[in-house]
Nanobody, 127 residues
């Protein structure tokens, strides 16, 4: 059974940091790209925004322009876990953050490209 389970969300003040984790099970995840998306309040599922992605080996990462230099994605394949370290958080980072996975070697930005999703974790940044 495929499962992606996010954790680490919460309420933080602007300028603060959070570390999100996503534990994956049910597949050989080293063959999958893992990514983080976010869905802001009032937005629909199809409007989920790509945040960051990492290839199966961890050798390549991509980031949305809005988070470059502030967020870092990493993974530990031995633990089937992907992380999102978020720093210098802004109120506009407030959203539900989702972990997603797709088989293959390319990092795509569209949510429809991803096969598996977690249920999300809420991140709220207060001003």
């Amino acid at each position: 059974q495929v499962q992606l389970v996010e954790s680490g969300g919460g309420l933080v003040q602007a300028g603060g940091s959070l570390r999100l984790s996503c534990e994956a099970s049910g597949r050989t995840w080293s063959n999958y790209v893992l990514a983080w998306f976010r869905q802001a309040p009032g937005k629909e599922r199809k409007e989920r925004e790509f945040v960051a992605g990492i290839t199966g080996s961890g050798g390549r990462t991509n980031y949305a322009d809005s988070v470059k230099g502030r967020f870092t994605i990493s993974r530990e394949n031995a633990k089937n876990t992907v992380f999102l370290q978020m720093a210098s958080l802004k109120p506009e980072d407030t959203a539900v953050y989702y972990c997603a996975a797709r088989s293959g070697y390319n990092i795509y930005y569209g949510p429809n490209e991803y096969e598996y999703w977690g249920k999300g974790t809420q991140v709220t940044v207060s001003s």
